[in-house]
């Protein structure tokens, strides 16, 4: 009877950790922490650095766009696609809980729109310091 | 014979004869539109029924989900294969989401419009560029920041979304 409470218990327990589970599948720091992993192999990697991002953020590259082409100087506001016009959601995490939650949505857009911001892939470097700097901007 | 029934008979006659001369084309195509718009047929362009949410998702982060039935199957099988050059971005898939969206497109395209030449743009299409020449339009609005170009559907026809472009519901912004 004992074991059989024990075993009923437990298997409550799953259930409801079943149930808490968050509904995003990572936070922005274990996204970071990947992206982290990916750069220290690189060859002259330095610690990200927020302000290192930010400038990143508002440069424009090699074809006539920044991030904030889209995504509005202030990160923590809506944006607007900068060719259809279409309101974009808030990138900063502070701002939009969703962001930097799904690894396959973030390596989608990195992939996207660095192709179309600077007509190449972003390194693990670029990418890890615009986050920190996302990171930063408060609500 | 009154002349009421005169008239009415030689009405009926006109009529007929008008048949005889029209009907030929008519068995050819079984929709004056055809005519109007060259070959072409747009069908009714409403979302299905059931939609897909893969293809809400992924179509409406950067514009609206067109609807499927607004292209040919074969416009939107090219639409997929080019999808890292998309109207000069960037908006390619994983293979998963890609053949999912693809099966979608395919299953519910206008299957009252077959191009040849398989366009990507629906405003390609004389349909589209009968129902908005500047008989229709006046061309200031073209210019009207809130329109912006010719693919901002929902500027104008609030359910474009739904696949709804009813000329009823029409609002051109100010």
């Known amino acids: 009877m004992r074991y059989l409470f024990r075993a009923s218990s437990l298997a409550l327990v799953a259930v409801a950790g079943l149930a808490v589970q968050p509904a995003f599948a990572e936070t922005p720091g274990e996204i970071q922490a990947s992206i982290q992993q990916e750069a220290d192999g690189t060859p002259g990697f330095q610690e990200f650095s927020a302000a290192r991002g930010e400038v990143f953020f508002r440069t424009k590259h090699a074809n006539d766009w920044s991030c904030a082409s889209c995504h509005s100087e202030n990160p923590a506001a809506p944006g607007k696609h900068a060719k259809t016009g279409k309101a974009i959601d808030p990138l900063a995490p502070s701002a939009n809980a969703e962001r930097f939650t799904s690894p396959k949505k973030v390596a989608k857009w990195f992939r996207r729109n660095c192709n179309d911001v600077l007509d190449r892939v972003c390194t693990p470097q670029e990418k890890g310091d615009v986050l920190a700097y996302l990171l930063t901007v408060k609500k | ?174």
């Open chain 2, 1 to 174: 014979m009154s002349i009421k029934d005169q008239k009415f008979f030689r009405i009926l006659a006109v009529a007929l004869l008008a048949m005889s001369v029209t009907m030929p084309a008519a068995q050819a195509d079984d929709d004056d539109h055809d005519e109007k718009y060259g070959s072409e047929n747009r069908g009714k362009p409403l979302q299905p029924a059931q939609t897909n949410a893969r293809f809400q998702q992924e179509c409406s982060s950067c514009h609206i989900a067109y609807a499927p039935g607004l292209l040919p199957a074969k416009s939107w099988r090219k639409m997929m294969a080019g999808l890292d050059r998309h109207f000069g971005s960037d908006a390619s898939l994983d293979a998963e989401d890609s053949r999912e969206i693809t099966a979608f497109l395919v299953k519910n395209a206008s299957n009252r419009w077959s191009a040849p030449t398989a366009p990507l743009r629906i405003t390609d299409s004389n349909w589209f560029k009968r129902k908005h020449d500047d008989h229709e339009i006046n061309p200031a609005v073209w210019k009207n920041p809130k329109v912006k170009s010719p693919a901002n559907c929902s500027a104008c026809h609030p359910q474009a979304e739904r696949g709804d472009f009813n000329e009823h519901d029409i609002r051109m912004p100010r």
